[in-house]
């Protein structure tokens, strides 16, 4: 016969092999409505080894190859879109078209090298940013907030500071010497007796307690509360002053605890 070519049943007779192309057409059918389409070729090109000239077979061949260059075509201009956004810096769609030219069957070494870079710029960039928020909390941690203030403030509080203290001693001597003879034990009544002591030796000067307690109080009211707190330290526990050191100890923590909320949020600022 002039029409018949080798195959596996070769010997079959003219019906069986009428009936092997109609099952070999079915077959590639199912393949290309799947999305197979070159394992649909594949199979309807068995049919043209049975029959050269079977019609049917060749328009399903010719149509699945069109899917397959219009799928191929489609492919090429996702990854070109892809490489278009991967220049301009937008990893997000870069990465979606390239995913999608795979899934289309595109050349797979150009896609997936340049999902490989991607992959790496994003995982250095997650490390450089882990890294660059640490080294700002640990910047912010160390840095006392007293050292953020700027060097003339500061200065000036200080001097403000001792300005008050010197005032308050000097407060406190004018009183000592105001009023009259009977309230100073130094001095007798009669103006020809002579004291048998200076009376510059019996001056109450003020304590050590007191003026670190004056110094502390104008030092928490200029704002340098960590300064006011050492002053408060040098007054020990036995001391009648410390009742009054301790209370204005505890304001001081008070006005601290309340200002981390705004340390915290400073922190953050500027580690972004």
Known sequence: MADSVPTDHATADRPDRTARIEELLLAGLDYYFAGEHERAISVWTRVLFLDRGHARARAYIERARGAVAERQRESEELIQRGMTAFDEGDATSARALLSSAIARGG??????????????????????????????????????????????????????????AL?????YVAISFSGHGAGRPWQV????????????????????????????????NAGHLKEALVEIDRIGTGDPAYVDADRLRGEIQALLLGGLPALVSSARNESR
């Open 167 to 171: 005032g308050l001693v000097a407060l």
């Open 189 to 220: 009544s009669d103006p020809s007796t002579t004291v048998a002591r200076p009376v510059q030796a019996s001056l109450p000067l003020p304590r050590s307690a007191d003026l670190a307690l004056w110094r502390a109080t104008a030092l928490k």
């Open 107 to 164: 050349p797979h070494d150009v896609a997936l090298v340049l999902l490989d870079r991607l992959n790496r710029l994003e995982a250095a960039s997650a490390t450089a940013d882990t890294a660059a928020r640490a080294g700002a909390v640990a910047h912010a941690g160390r840095e006392p907030a007293a050292a953020r203030r700027p060097a003339a403030p500061r200065s000036f509080g200080i001097l403000v500071a001792a300005i008050v």
